[in-house]
């Protein structure tokens, strides 16, 4: 035993490196071996498919901006100077028993999307004011021209929101009528056109009054539908201008301030 | 000792020349074997390992015993596919019978195989749509064979004129990489793999879901150089309404949109799942790939509410939230790519 350990002893540093060098490769070498083994072999097949893009749709302000600034507000029914007094189209004022002139109120609205080659345009609206909506197809403009045309100011731009010291900077765009847009009236009353009318299976305002019989005449939703093509698959962007005026051959000339309601709905046609 | 210094006079001269030789002799093989360790211990010295390194060990494995083939006359967006993934190709066609003995023509002999179809017209995919990805095992040799097969959606932006195809990863850093990702993940999510499509069936389309996304095909008596086919069915469902419903009797799903799978209650009888038990797993397990939405908080716990997605509140939830992954799906990806791992 004495003689070995000696004999150890005596083998230079070099070789004591070499053979514990060559004992460590040796375990690797079967480690390796081990964490080969697993490895096994694969084939590997594959296809390739395109994404449709989607179909769509957005209703939005003019100029594309936020649905917020879609607002109708107070609108006036007849032309009236700041006293109230009923004017003519120049401003001058009515003398007593001449029938007030209806006055024209336009907002301008947007449908834009992609994918869409036609949609369907609808008006839901009842029918305490006795309005009449119209659609027309609309442009939209940079420069002021000279005639008949909506002003609209950017609410980007709005100077309530510029700070003191900047100079307040009003981007407007100009949007002029172009041709109507023809919609078909979906529950006219029979006898009265004016007012709308549930279809005898209750569709038309189930979903807002259930099955209630006794909702009041001019709550009764009227539904108009017109058709828009884009002739396009790509992007687009259409205006639109909304004219509201009170319904011709009304001859109660009430001013007193009711409550309407309407929607604006726009919805792919799948052709 | 003048009498052993004096040698014999008459011998010296021979014996002197014996004893050089001697010694020259004794000198010379002295000399030589030290030649000879000299020799040696350079060439011990030069070949000496006092550094042992081991690099590249090459395994060889034995090879698997079919090759896989794919058989069409067209193949799916070929130029996307060889940008997409260059690694893939064609293959070499030839000649092999099938199991009936009729003769075709197959792409094989490449280990990554781009597959192929024969459809006279092809069309963008979306919710609704559904596919089947084929492709053919031929065996090396006779017998028995098995084959584990995994699939894998992966998805790609651009593609087109203004933007180069591009493979969505986890670490994709284009124009808005967080929605892309997440879309990416919601395309995985929604391709649903199927074994058999149940043509029998009007009330329902599918059987057996691959929910684990793997499948082992077995082919018993397998012959050699024939072409056996593996049909893998893929579907993207239109409304979640044909996936988690058990039953439709509150009208929650339109009669027009038949279920995917066969609509009853999920089960699991003897170890086995059925189809509504495997789907509903998935949606569970994988709901933030198939759902998408705002508060991550309405993800927890979603698995009582997918086991009763027949009540309206709750499925309204679900089918908003899958609906709204479809909407950034269409945004985001331009292309998604099946790809299968096939093992022995």
Known sequence: MKNIISKLRAVPLKRKLQAAAAAVVTIAFTAVFQSYAWFSEQKKAAEMFKVKHPDLLYLNAAHGEDQIYFNLGNIDIYLQDENGNFVDASGNRLADGVPPVRATNRYVFSVSGSNTTAFTLQLAYTTNNDLEYRVYNAAELDTEPSGDHVDYVLHEDDPSTASVNEASVETHRYYTKGSQVSFNKMNPDSTNSHLALADSSNRYYSANYGSGSLVHENAVPMYEQGSVSTNTTDEFCKYFILEVERAEGNSNYQLDKETDIVYISVEKNNT | ?344
């Open chain 2, 1 to 344: 000792m003048k009498r052993f210094i004096s040698t014999s006079a008459a011998g010296s001269a021979a014996d002197d020349n014996k004893n050089r030789k001697k010694s020259l002799l004794k000198f010379g093989i002295l000399a030589f074997l030290a030649l000879l360790v000299w020799i040696f211990s350079t060439i011990a010295w030069f070949a000496m390992n006092d550094r042992v390194s081991a690099d590249g060990m090459n395994v060889g494995v034995a090879g698997m015993p079919f090759k896989i083939a794919a058989k069409g006359s067209r193949v799916r967006y070929s130029d996307e596919i060889t940008a997409a993934r260059s690694d893939f190709s064609f293959g070499s066609s030839g000649s092999y019978v099938n199991s009936s003995n009729v003769s075709g023509t197959y792409y094989t002999d490449t280990d990554k195989l781009i597959l192929r179809f024969d459809a006279a017209t092809d069309g963008e995919v979306k919710p609704g749509d559904s596919g089947i990805i084929e492709f053919y095992v031929i065996p090396t040799t006779d017998g028995d064979i098995t084959a584990n097969i995994s699939l894998d959606v992966i998805s790609f932006t651009g593609g087109s004129d203004d933007e180069e195809l591009t493979e969505i990863t986890a670490s994709y850093s284009g124009t808005n990489a967080a929605e892309t990702i997440d879309a990416a993940k919601y395309m995985k999510g929604h391709i649903m793999f199927f074994r058999e499509l149940s043509s029998s069936q009007s009330s329902y389309t599918y059987t057996g879901a691959l929910t684990d996304r793997t499948l082992t095909v077995s082919i018993p008596n397998a012959v050699h150089d024939v072409a056996y086919p593996v049909q893998i069915h893929w579907m993207w469902p239109k409304t979640l309404g044909q996936l988690a419903l058990q039953t439709n009797a509150a009208g929650l799903r339109p009669a027009s949109n038949i279920p995917v799978i066969q609509e009853t209650a999920p089960a699991t009888v003897g170890g086995v799942k059925n189809d509504k038990r495997l789907v509903l797993d998935y949606l569970y397990s994988e709901r933030e790939s198939v759902f998408k939405f705002d508060s991550t908080s309405t993800y927890t716990g979603l698995d009582t509410v997918i086991d009763s997605a027949d009540t309206q509140a709750n499925f309204e939830l679900l089918t908003d939230g899958y609906n709204d992954a479809d909407s950034d799906i269409g945004t985001y990806v331009s292309y998604f790519l099946i790809e299968l791992t096939v093992t022995a």
